[in-house]
């Protein structure tokens, strides 16, 4: 679920736990998404949809307001209009209530979770040590980094495309292997 760079620290503080969509947006209560902040498409969470509701602009509320983030109803439709261009009373929206289930420190790259088919770097990292899965020595060492300290640290130490390859073969090892 892509959210504005804007909203990110309120979602992460727990103050945002709702997000508006113009029109009839797919969500499905229960399910698990990633949290993708833009411009930069890196993941800051990972959220539960816990509840999902059409209404029409002139049906919002104060308390729908507050739990998007905004003092009142007349500041959430503002915010809206600069989104979307101006909306009317009648004007259909869909608001996703959520809970953050996992917050990401250091954030994960959109084209990293592509990458390994949206699992989580250090859940990557964890089923290869637990299997006691071997590859070559760097991805071995990388792998270890990521598990132990975290991705952030990882890509600290060893750069950026270093950490992302070593977590691709380890993502295809596990593949290979069936534990994933």
């Known amino acids: 679920m892509l959210i504005d760079e804007a909203y ?3 979602i992460l503080r727990g103050e945002k736990t709702t997000t508006i969509r113009f029109g009839e947006y797919e969500a499905k209560p229960g399910s698990e998404v990633y949290l993708v902040i833009t411009p930069s498409d890196t993941a800051v969470a990972k959220v539960r949809i816990t ?11 104060n308390q ?11 500041e959430l439709v503002k915010a809206l209009n600069k989104i979307y261009g101006e909306l009317h009373g009648e004007d259909e929206v869909t608001v996703i209530e959520f809970e953050v289930v996992e917050k990401f420190e250091s954030g994960i790259p959109l ?8 699992r ?25 980094k990521v598990y132990s300290e975290g ?10 495309k270093r ?3 070593a977590l691709l073969k380890a993502y295809h090892k596990l593949y290979a292997d069936g534990k994933i």
Do not use: H
């Open 8 to 10: 990110k620290s309120r």
């Open 51 to 61: 509840n999902v509701e059409r209404k029409k602009v002139k049906e919002l509320t």
């Open 64 to 74: 729908d307001a507050k739990k998007d983030g905004f003092k009142d109803v007349k």
């Open 111 to 118: 084209k990293w979770l592509k990458g390994l088919n949206y």
């Open 120 to 144: 989580n770097p250090e859940e990557i990292a964890k089923l290869y040590i637990e299997n006691n899965l071997k590859d070559s020595p760097d991805v071995d060492l990388i792998i270890r």
């Open 151 to 160: 991705l952030k640290e990882a890509v600290r130490r060893y750069g950026p």
């Open 163 to 165: 950490v992302r390859d």
